[in-house]
């Protein structure tokens, strides 16, 4: 007789259900207890230990010792390998048997010497497949190897997730046994847990909330664990309730898989390659188990690392590319940082990226794919406009602290105005895991309903890979079309973006920066990395440009394409959004520190050889070359080398270099035209140059005054420091308008208290700015430098704290329109913020920040929420204050972090955070600052090529050779508003003879302009970033000039193609 309906309690019902599948409760008579069945241990196990990462083949030739399940091994980094001998049952044939495998740290499994799968706890991913049905003539005994790594999925925190390593830590495996997996009882506890989850999810007031509840109820009550002929009835429930159909209105989510792998963050580039390997291999088995299933992959840089170092595992990826289950999405060799690389190393990145997939998998990528970045420039919808990409996806705004952003689907409007669709995943998140609720989360959080019905779910473990597992795949199969929930498609990005376009009428814009009210910090965390990789941008850019030259003037001269590649990934690699950032562990920032100084190390030979190349041929004497990188006529006091180690000034003007008054340099003549190259004989051969600036442009002494004050004037601007080495006033001379508020002083250093809620590398919170404390100097201390000649200069030192010290030097130079502030710290603070502040007789409701290849305005002011959480922001070279007819613009040669409040100009300097490395910033650091007056708008007064100016010097290159007798110039540009901003081989270049010439539009403006070059130029054509023709064909060449029209911000890019050299 049937038992009678009875009354059920919601609570009850519902925690009966969960404790029937419940890993933690009842386990001796639940259904999750009889998941796997007969276990056995392995036959014989046995490990080697090791500080190195060993290739395979290596590390199964080492002496393997006897080892059992609970052996400590370690520490942190180290390897572990296991070799694993097994023997399975006679009595399992006919049953699926598993390796369990419980360790905590990351393990990679390799059977007949081939990766098979990673085992990763925290990745919910503890068993190995062996076999889905032992057959009768299967070997009953193999060899396994595990590589574990000594390391979780998220490194080896102490005591948290972002605390800096704990270098002793020591692991171990629990659990290496044989055992029998019941798929029946899987399949089962799929079923039941998906709904407890639409029971929870829609909750007590729904219908259909209630049907999954008393449906899971029911598949207890006849479901025995014990009797496996119970299953197939409580099957048939589960299949009925999924099979329940929903109207054609549902919301359609594209679930794709997904494996976010930092590059480097809590472990060092190394890990990566096998959290790569570990993450990947298992991706190949769910794509071969789970034809439906696809998988988006982005960083070329991961995938040739995997191309390396496992070529096996790299053939099948692209065996799957092929089928169309894994597509490398992104376009870029890093999901690099947003915010701090230059346009031009942003460029690099699409172009090094697409490159790498076209090459290796066949297509370029058709989606810029960048989910974890803090933040995202304005001028990045222009580069992947010119890169082949319309789509981007990303979810980080979704960690706005302050205000949420208003769309997940909408069209993204660059500086240019260049427009690409763009997709935040509603779900907020890039690791999704299949469940109920993220599934419903992506429906009712959507902020476009109404006006697009489609949803991307990246499900997979990411940050510190782990990636997919079958579990979650299977729920989401499961959930393709029922009742009560969206329609859930294993999907492909293609899919998602071709489904958005189709019904994008209704879409919204957002104009300009996507900027992250979050992670203000990593503006300025660790200024080492910031600094090299602003000195290794502008290294490469010299590198290219004189390699350029030295191919136009030598037939000889091997362009170096293959080590500029190779330096550029390096440099590209740093860009990753927590290396450049600075939110990685000790180990990552001294391997970046180490890449740049191979950067360095390599360029200064690269820019010797082409100096070598440039002077071959010449007339006349040794000499130095004095080259100009920059597209404009300079003016400029330059150090020269002298005997002995020692440096002498002189001035470069016009056309010729004149030694400064008492400094006579050893080689006298020095031209230095626009915009590129000069040369310096030696003397005293035809030295034509005064013994004495012109009286016009000599520099006065900067006298002394009886308060203990010093005065430094140019002519130009006059700045007067405060005996402590403050700025009490600067005047631009001509108009004797004074440019510090009144009543107030410049150069003023402030210490902030710097405690965020959690994420130390990352965050400045608001708060901070209520603790601003003014570092008070020492009247006494400020002397003067240098005195009259071409530069004039003060210095001082200032105690910061009983622990930190700065020195600085103020710096006046002959026809320098800014006064420099060189500055040594030497910094041992802890959760301290070190600023500098410059209050402007200007008033205006908003600044201007350099961005790349362009600028940008924000406001001033906090009047609504949105102004107020960008208390702190970046900016590259310059950022401005102006007012109508006058403005203030500050420049730096290596900082990023910045803001103006009303009317004070704030330049980030340095941190003190403590994870997750306790060491960041702790030492001396070297950097400069420049402060410019001006008349008119920045745009007039020059403050864009003054930046570039402080960060680009002027070379001057020992000649090995004789240098050119006479200045000559490659390139100019006849409009101020277009900066011609990298020269180099092109990519595809016949003969080598093709130069890649960018250029883009700086002020703001729609310009015409003539480009003039002195090269051989046999033919010329636009080309997009990725250096594809413009199908127009070739461009008007006459008399060597180019006609160019610029848009607003527009970046171009020309092929020029040089004339065969003469026999």
Same mark, same amino acid.
């Given at each position: ?38 276990? &056995? ?20 030739? =080492? ?17 572990? %390998? ?18 369990? %495998? ?54 080896? $925190? ?9 270098? #002793? ?23 039941? #847990? ?28 006849? &479901? ?34 997904? &494996? ?159 427009? +690409? ?193 440039? &002077? ?19 003016? #400029? ?31 006298? *003549? ?77 150069? =003023? ?45 003060? %210095? ?11 020195? =600085? ?24 913020? *070190? ?42 070279? %310059? ?20 803001? +103006? ?34 008349? $008119? ?63 883009? #539009? ?62």
């Amino acid at each position: 007789m049937a038992a009678a309906p009875a009354l059920k309690h919601w609570r009850t019902t519902l925690e009966r259900v969960e404790k029937f599948v419940s890993p933690l409760y009842f386990t001796d008579c639940n259904l999750r207890g009889r998941l796997f069945g007969d276990s &056995c241990p392995v036959a014989e196990l046995s490990s080697f230990l090791t500080p190195e990462r060993l290739p395979y083949q290596e590390a199964v030739q =080492q002496d393997f010792r006897p080892a059992q399940v609970g052996d400590s091994f370690g520490p942190t980094w180290w390897t572990c %390998w296991f070799r694993v001998e097994l023997t399975i049952p006679e009595a399992w044939v006919g049953q699926e048997v598993h390796l369990r %495998w419980e360790s905590d740290g990351e393990g990679l499994v390799w059977r007949d010497g081939e990766p098979v799968q990673g085992l990763t706890k925290e990745g919910e991913k503890t068993s190995y497949i062996l076999t889905d049905k032992l057959g009768e003539k299967d070997p009953r005994s193999l060899t396994l190897y595990v590589e574990v790594a000594c390391n979780g999925l998220l490194g080896a $925190g102490k005591g948290s997730m972002i605390a800096a390593p704990d270098p #002793e830590k020591m692991f171990q495996v629990s659990r290496a046994e044989l055992a029998v997996f019941h798929r029946d009882v899987y399949k089962l506890l799929v079923d039941l #847990e998906l709904l407890l989850g639409i029971a929870k999810g829609l909750g007590e007031d729904n219908q259909r909330s209630f049907q999954a509840l008393y449906t899971a109820n029911q598949m207890v009550n006849v &479901c025995d664990p014990a009797q496996p002929e119970t299953f197939p009835v409580a099957q048939a429930l589960a299949s009925k309730f999924f099979g329940q159909r929903w109207g054609e209105s549902q919301h359609t989510i594209h679930a794709m898989g997904h &494996c976010h792998i930092d590059t480097a963050w809590l472990w060092p580039f190394k890990e990566t390659v096998r959290k790569c390997a570990r993450s990947w291999v298992t991706v190949v088995q769910l794509m071969e188990r789970n034809p439906e299933f696809i998988f988006a992959c982005s960083q070329a840089q991961q995938l040739e690392w995997v191309r390396s170092h496992y070529p096996g595992l790299h053939a099948r990826l692209q065996e799957f590319a092929c089928r169309g289950q894994f597509v490398p999405v992104g376009g870029t060799w890093v999901e690099m940082d947003g915010n701090l690389p230059s346009g031009e190393s942003m460029v690099r990145q699409f172009l090094q990226g697409q490159n790498f997939f076209r090459q290796e998998f066949g297509k370029m990528c058709s989606e810029f794919w960048l989910p974890d970045t803090f933040g995202y420039s304005a001028q990045l919808p222009q580069i992947m406009r010119s890169c082949g990409i319309k789509r981007f996806l990303t979810q980080k705004l979704s960690w706005n602290l302050v205000n949420s952003f208003p769309h997940h689907t909408f069209f993204w409007e660059g500086l240019d105005g260049s427009q +690409v669709l763009a997709h935040f995943p509603p779900g907020d998140s890039y690791g999704m895991q299949g469940s109920v609720e993220e599934v419903l989360k992506t429906v009712a959080k959507n902020r476009d309903k109404g006006r697009t019905n489609h949803s991307a779910f990246l499900f997979g473990f990411g940050d510190g890979g782990g990636g997919p597992t079958q579990t979650m795949v299977d729920r989401l199969k499961r959930l393709c079309n029922t009742d009560g929930l969206p329609r859930v498609q294993l999907s492909s990005p293609e899919r998602l973006f071709s489904a958005l376009e189709g019904h994008s009428g209704q879409l919204c814009t957002w104009v300009g920066e996507l900027f992250l009210e979050l992670h203000n910090g990593t503006y300025t965390t660790h200024a080492q990395i910031k600094k090299g990789n602003r000195e290794c941008e502008r290294i490469l850019h010299d590198v290219e440009l004189l390699s350029s030259l030295a191919l136009a003037r030598s037939t000889q001269f091997l362009y170096p394409a293959a080590l500029l590649q190779d330096l550029w990934r390096l440099l590209l690699l740093n860009q990753f959004h927590d290396v450049v950032t600075g939110s990685c562990i000790q180990l990552v920032a001294e391997e970046a520190m180490c890449h740049y100084e191979d950067i360095r190390s390599h360029g200064n030979t690269l820019l010797s050889a082409a100096a070598a190349a440039l &002077c071959a041929g010449e007339p006349g004497p040794e000499g130095l070359l004095i080259v100009n990188t920059l597209p404009w006529k300079r003016t #400029e006091v330059l150090a020269l080398p002298r005997p002995g180690g020692a440096h002498c000034l002189g001035m470069s003007w016009g056309e010729k270099f004149l030694p400064s008054p008492g400094h006579r340099p050893r080689h006298g *003549l020095c031209s230095c035209p626009h915009p590129h190259l000069t040369a310096a004989p030696a003397a005293p051969a035809a030295c034509v140059c005064s013994a004495r600036a012109p009286a016009d442009l000599a520099s006065r002494p900067p006298p002394t005054k009886t308060d203990g004050s010093v005065t430094l004037d140019n002519g130009i601007i006059r700045v007067r420091l405060d005996p402590t080495g403050r700025l009490t006033s600067l005047v631009l001379v001509a108009s004797g308008r004074e440019a510090i508020a009144e009543g107030t002083v410049g150069n =003023q250093f402030v210490l902030f208290d710097d405690v965020p809620l959690y994420w130390d590398a990352w965050d400045v919170m608001d708060y901070h700015l209520e603790t601003r404390k003014p570092v008070l100097g020492q009247a006494g201390t400020l002397a003067v430098g240098t005195e009259g000649g071409v530069r004039g200069s003060a %210095w001082f030192l200032l105690q910061i704290s009983p622990n930190s010290r700065l020195s =600085q030097e103020v710096v006046l130079d002959v026809g320098c329109p800014y006064v420099r502030f060189h500055t040594e710290v030497h910094w041992h603070e802890a959760h301290k913020f *070190l600023k500098v502040e410059f209050p402007a007789r200007v008033r205006s409701p908003q600044a201007t920040y350099e961005v790349q290849f362009g600028h940008l305005q924000r406001p001033t002011h906090y009047n609504t929420s949105w102004d107020w959480a960008r208390f702190e922001v970046w900016a590259h070279r %310059w950022m401005d204050l102006s007012e109508h007819g006058f403005g203030l613009a500050l420049l730096n040669d290596c900082k990023y972090g910045a803001s +103006v409040r009303g009317n004070v100009l704030s330049l980030s300097l340095l941190r003190a955070p403590k994870s997750p490395d306790a060491t960041v910033d702790m030492g001396r650091h070297e950097f400069t600052y420049a402060l410019m007056p001006h008349k $008119g708008s920045f745009q007039d007064a020059g403050v864009i090529p003054a930046a570039y100016s402080l960060n680009f010097p002027l070379l001057a290159l020992p000649a090995p050779g004789p240098a050119p007798a006479a200045a000559w110039s490659a390139f100019s540009v006849s409009s101020p508003a277009v900066v011609l901003e990298t020269v180099k081989q092109a990519e595809t270049s016949p003969q080598g003879r093709t130069l890649l010439l960018r250029l883009y #539009e700086a002020h703001g403006s729609h310009s015409d302009c003539w480009l003039h070059t002195s090269l051989p130029v046999q033919e010329a054509v636009l080309c997009d970033l990725l250096e594809r023709r413009d199908p127009t064909g070739p461009l008007l060449l006459r008399d060597n000039r180019l006609k160019l029209t610029f848009a607003p911000f527009q970046v171009q890019s020309l092929l020029l193609l040089l004339q065969p050299p003469p026999n």
